[in-house]
């Protein structure tokens, strides 16, 4: 191989990469992939690993099955190696219509971080701008053997010129590359490199959804249970307040798109925790009304009635229930003090039935 091969194989760029659109942060809808940029990819900077999802969305199994199927046969037609696909597979199958989501991270086990870049961005948060250096690439002569490098082409041409400089001894390169083949032919990816859907006839079935449910079970831990108030009953009085209590979102982040904003499309025949507590505790017909919530700060709130009201406004009370509502696609968006932008959704509801 030669080194500009090898480089390529220690490469990962994201799928919008390839993608037909305005440039490689986003491609046009319905997604498909760039013949020229395939070209680009494979035919000249021979990349060895494709992540992500393009536009941040999740995607059916016909597309995911055809985009792999047309990224592998070009690898191998171009690079006689097939590509290693790589996806954030939080808590089951990420960005995938229809997949089972098993519980977060927290209550099954943890994972690294992943890219090169999360070692040296200036903010220390994820997904912001990073300033990678050339010192800060002489870190694959450390070990590292995969770059993901997501946007940045021109990383394949500045690691080459490295090698070919000294900087990064060429055998490091070579050790790299041995591992990454090594992984691909213990992956079987030389013999299958894509799979057919109906490979996978239970696929988001009802039977990994009870295990799904099952594992969140077991990953429950009751910290304490005054009075017995737990099981709760029917028939009292319900408190439910937090900033996620009716957010559909914040249960989905890392899952359909990366930050759980596009529920509306994949999420809509599910409950969030507050509509599932309705549902299970409310025999009658609930009523409600909307309103504008003030801006809501992230340093919590004193345990009084003065306080309580001063955040979150008036108590409305009806028949059946009562509660303050504010819905995610009525809420102005505002900013913390961080500069983190707010989220809309329930603040605070009484149900009494």
């Given amino acids: ?80 190696i097939p590509v290693i696909y790589g996806i954030d597979a939080i808590h089951g199958t990420t960005y995938t219509a229809g997949a089972t989501f098993f519980p977060q991270q927290i209550g099954m086990a943890a994972t690294l971080k992943h890219y090169m870049g999360y070692g040296v961005p200036y903010s220390g948060k994820d997904r912001t701008p990073a300033i990678i250096t050339e010192s800060d690439l002489l870190a694959i002569n450390a070990g590292i ?42 992956l079987e990816l030389f013999d299958r490199p894509s799979w057919s859907r109906f490979d996978y006839p239970d696929f988001g079935s009802p039977a990994h959804e009870a295990a799904a449910k099952s594992a969140a079970d077991e990953s429950i831990t009751l910290q304490k249970n005054e ?61 409600y009304r909307y309103c504008r919530r003030k801006k809501y700060r992230y340093d919590g709130w004193k345990r009084n009635r003065d306080a309580f009201h001063k955040r979150f406004g008036c108590i409305y009370y009806s028949r059946c229930a009562s509660f303050k509502s504010i819905p995610e696609n009525k809420s102005p968006t505002r900013r913390t003090e961080n500069g983190y932008p707010e989220s809309g959704g329930q603040r605070f509801g009484f149900c009494r039935c």
């Fill in 227 to 287: 009075d017995n108030i737990l099981p709760l009953k029917k028939g009292v009085r319900l408190l439910v307040i937090g900033l996620n209590a009716n957010s559909m979102r914040t249960l989905n982040g890392g899952s359909y798109s990366w930050q759980g904003e596009k529920v509306a499309e994949f999420a809509q025949q599910y409950n969030t925790i507050f509509e599932a507590l309705q549902k299970k505790f409310c025999s009658r017909r609930y009523h």
């Fill in 1 to 80: 191989m030669s080194i500009e091969e090898k480089v390529g194989q220690m490469a990962q760029f994201t799928i919008d990469v390839l993608g037909k659109g305005g440039g490689v942060y986003a491609s046009d809808e319905p997604f498909e992939l760039d013949p020229a940029m395939m070209d680009t990819v494979f035919g000249k900077y021979k990349v060895g690993s494709i992540l992500n999802t393009s536009n941040n969305r999740a995607r059916t199994i016909e597309v995911w099955e055809n985009t792999v199927k047309a990224l592998q046969e070009k690898a191998l037609k171009e690079i006689g």
């Fill in 145 to 186: 053997d995969m770059v993901m490098e997501p946007y940045n082409l021109k990383f394949c041409d500045e690691l080459v010129a490295l090698v070919k400089s000294g900087e990064v001894k060429q055998e490091r390169i070579d050790d790299a590359v041995r591992r990454v083949l090594r992984l691909k032919f213990r």
